[in-house]
């Protein structure tokens, strides 16, 4: 099992920025993809972005050039940088971990962690 703790979020008005922060923990052999999706009342849950092991980061075209997704494989740990933050942008955001293992796949999932953008 991976756990994944996840950290930020909070209140933001229009404009400004934040940073989320995801530690995996556990069974981190076989850790592949890091990401982050989110979620907002009555939506489904969308990709915001995803990272490889390799460093090569993919965007939800939503987010792409205001948000930036890194990661640190010593640390296991992977962080979104969020900028210009709109209104549109409020939901639960849950951290993503993809785990290959012996030809098996594994996907977990954050506690999820609220960001509001409002004035």
């Known amino acids: 099992q991976v756990q994944l703790v996840e950290s930020g979020g909070g209140l933001v008005q229009p404009g400004g920025s934040l940073r989320l922060s995801c530690a995996a923990s556990?069974?981190?052999?076989?850790?592949?993809?890091m990401g982050w999706y989110r979620q907002a009342p009555g939506k489904q849950r969308e990709l915001v972005a995803t990272?490889?092991?390799?460093?090569?980061?993919n965007y939800a075209d939503s987010v792409k050039g205001r948000f930036t997704i890194s990661r640190d494989n010593a640390k296991m740990t992977v962080n979104l940088q969020m900028n210009s933050l709109k209104p549109e942008d409020t939901a639960a955001y849950y951290c993503?971990?993809?785990?290959?293992?012996?030809?098996?796949?594994?996907?977990?999932w954050g506690q999820g962690t609220q960001v509001t953008v409002s004035s």
């Open positions: 556990g069974s981190i052999f076989g850790i592949n993809a």
């Open positions: 993503y971990v993809l785990r290959r293992v012996l030809g098996n796949s594994y996907e977990y």
């Open positions: 990272i490889t092991g390799g460093g090569s980061p």
